[in-house]
């Protein structure tokens, strides 16, 4: 872990988040813009800045529980697809995104480039609540 990185102080408990599952490896907590509700972002909690230097079996781990995590979407949110990709845009600690898909467009590039292709426009924040609740849902088994 390093002293200033956001997800190893979230990982080290020095900023709140809300956490959907955590274990000595890994951490899952929801995304503070997300695409849609339910939009989690899963760590490793070792610091690796780039996904492909991320140790295989701790790579595993990150899938796994990805994967439990769409499990859980799916029935909590009745959608047919989850997707899971890594991007590694805005914090230099490899991390991947688990989005329950409503729309076939959910995760694509339109989702960010509301000011057009030359701009970035982060999706709205969800209100406080709403996210403590939708951890919640998540977090159960």
Known sequence: MTHDCLFCRIARGELPA??????EHVMAFLDLHPIRPGHTLVIPKAHHV????VPPPLAARVMECSQT?????????????????FTGIHV????????PMHEVHDVTSQAYLADGPSGFTAPPRLPEEEMAA????????
């Open 134 to 141: 939708i951890a919640r849902d998540l977090a159960r088994d």
């Open 69 to 85: 995590l769409a499990r859980r979407m799916k029935r909590l949110y009745g959608v047919e697809r989850v997707a899971m990709f």
């Open 92 to 99: 230099p600690h490899a991390h991947a995104h688990v989005v």
């Open 50 to 53: 780039w996904f492909e230097d």
């Open 18 to 23: 809300h956490i959907i599952h955590e274990d």
